[in-house]
T-cell receptor, first 115, second 110 residues
């Protein structure tokens, strides 16, 4: 099992560019989510999905889109990058949509810099 | 909105001493409380968790306690070792959403 795989590990974007952060898991987990990590602010939820075809917004969804066409993949799209989106992004998955019953498995993160 | 407060933000202990990290949550409907350890350059890793119907849980050198009335929960690490040095996050979960604390950077001095 590879667990949760995120690509790329590092990315530099210019303001206004768009890109997709990839996330894939091979554990047949129902629940997947995206968090951003900023110094002193912990991890903040961007979007989440409880199964293929079902997504919803988290705490800080503005400027990001997601889709979940398969159980395995949950890409995060930045529509028009802004310097405020400079952050480390983590994808996390859980066995069941009942997230309270199981902890998360995190990917290794994507460090994004917007200049 | 709902939040989780975590203290201290930085903790430095001598090897062999104990370390305690405390969290307070605001959503009284939260019913699952995991703790994660994040080493440099890696994603957070689940180390222990506790559910709302349990007051205490222990796993070797790590223990968690939960006081639902006060909405407090704590992580206790005994006999600390240099490899315990990392950032620790507490979290509170209700339904589909998990709210994380801001993190505690633990330094264990050899």
């Amino acid at each position: 099992n590879a667990g949760v795989t995120q690509t790329p590990k590092f990315q530099v974007l210019k303001t206004g560019q768009s890109m997709t952060l990839q996330c894939a898991q091979d554990m047949n987990h129902e629940y997947m989510s995206w968090y951003r990590q900023d110094p002193g602010m912990g991890l903040r939820l961007i979007h989440y999905s409880v199964g293929a075809g079902i997504t919803d917004q988290g705490e800080v969804p503005n400027g990001y889109n997601v889709s979940r066409s398969t159980t395995e993949d949950f890409p995060l799209r930045l529509l028009s990058a802004a310097p405020s989106q400079t952050s480390v992004y983590f994808c996390a998955s859980s066995y069941s949509w009942r997230a309270e019953n199981y902890g998360y498995t995190f990917g290794s993160g994507t460090r994004l810099t917007v200049v | 909105g709902e939040n989780v407060e975590q203290h201290p933000s930085t903790l430095s202990v001598q090897e062999g001493d104990s370390a305690v990290i405390k969290c307070t949550y605001s959503d009284s409907a939260s019913n699952y409380f995991p703790w994660y350890k994040q080493e440099l350059g890696k994603g957070p890793q689940l180390i222990i968790d506790i559910r709302s119907n349990v007051g205490e849980k222990k796993d070797q050198r790590i223990a968690v306690t939960l006081n639902k009335t006060a909405k407090h929960f704590s992580l206790h690490i005994t006999e600390t070792q240099p490899e315990d040095s990392a950032v620790y996050f507490c979290a509170a979960t209700r339904g589909f959403k998990t709210i994380f604390g801001a993190g505690t950077r633990l330094f264990v001095k050899a």
